[in-house]
């Protein structure tokens, strides 16, 4: 009962495995979301228990606005409460503008941006009644600069830190925080396809970064420590555009 409760989005591959994974590390019981890769989860689960900590899986999917509201009472109901939360759910879908399908479009903003709403408008109710809680959003370079071929990706990450800023202010004397984390290149299934070469060329630090990079600065915000800490939005990106 000591145990904070952690919920990750998307958290069955990837930065969200790695984020459990850390979270799990750091003392949490960790909420384990997917929408259809059970084995992978069952995976970060594994992955999970050996470091020492606790999980469960909660499949759902972040997009289905229902889903998420069934979801997230169910746990609260079980659990009581969600001290941590950490919107990591995304995909692409990627095109130039003029030939982009509008299902391109309306898919990614729906579980990049939309999902925001749905899984974090129940749990900060929840968190602002305890007075405490940890949100943090991982969005993208893209949502900073922009992407050639990536319009619908770079608007919803950028909407997700407009989102992130608006609402860490309206929370902030509750003792809730909300961050953005705004990963460059990380070696992930969602990179496997680009061309490293070239683009190792434009990182500074002459590597893409690991999950586990983007894992650490997760586990910092939601720490006490981090508790002055609301509003921000940390690159991790090797130097790539700033």
Same mark, same amino acid.
């Given at each position: 009962m000591d145990k904070r409760i952690a919920l990750v989005t998307g958290a069955s591959r990837g930065i969200g495995r790695a984020v459990a994974t850390a979270l799990a590390a750091s003392g949490c019981h960790v909420l384990i979301n997917y929408r259809c890769r059970q084995p992978d989860a069952e995976a970060t689960l594994a992955l999970v228990q050996r470091a020492g900590g606790s999980g469960e899986l909660c499949p759902f999917d972040v997009a289905d606005g229902t889903a998420c509201e069934q979801s997230v009472a169910g746990l609260l109901q079980t659990h009581q409460r969600i001290d941590v939360l950490v919107n990591n759910a995304g995909i692409r879908s990627d095109s130039l503008l003029v030939f982009m399908k509008a299902e391109q479009w309306q898919q990614v903003l729906a579980t990049n941006l939309s999902s925001f709403f749905n899984v974090t408008q129940p749990i900060?109710? %929840?968190? =602002?009644? %305890?007075? %405490?809680?940890?949100? @943090?959003?991982?969005?993208?370079? *893209?949502? %900073?600069? $922009? @992407?050639?071929?990536?319009?619908?990706? /770079? *608007? =919803? #990450?950028?909407?997700?830190? $407009? =989102?992130? #800023?608006?609402?860490?202010?309206? @929370? =902030?004397?509750?003792?809730?925080?909300?961050?953005?984390?705004?990963?460059?290149?990380?070696?992930?299934?969602?990179? /496997? $396809?680009?061309?490293? #070469?070239?683009?190792?060329?434009?990182?500074?630090?002459?590597?893409?970064? #690991?999950?586990?990079?983007?894992? /650490?600065?997760?586990?910092?915000?939601?720490?006490?420590? *981090?508790?002055?800490?609301?509003?921000?939005?940390?690159?991790?990106?090797?130097?790539?555009?700033?």
């Open positions: 900060v109710k %929840q968190m =602002a009644l %305890q007075r %405490q809680g940890r949100i @943090v959003t991982i969005a993208s370079t *893209a949502g %900073q600069t $922009g @992407v050639e071929g990536q319009t619908n990706y /770079a *608007a =919803a #990450k950028a909407g997700v830190i $407009g =989102a992130s #800023k608006a609402l860490a202010r309206e @929370v =902030a004397k509750r003792g809730v925080t909300v961050n953005v984390l705004a990963p460059g290149f990380i070696e992930t299934d969602m990179t /496997a $396809g680009l061309s490293r #070469k070239e683009l190792l060329a434009q990182i500074p630090a002459g590597r893409f970064g #690991k999950p586990e990079d983007v894992a /650490a600065a997760a586990v910092f915000l939601c720490s006490e420590a *981090a508790g002055y800490i609301t509003g921000a939005v940390l690159n991790i990106n090797g130097g790539v555009y700033t």
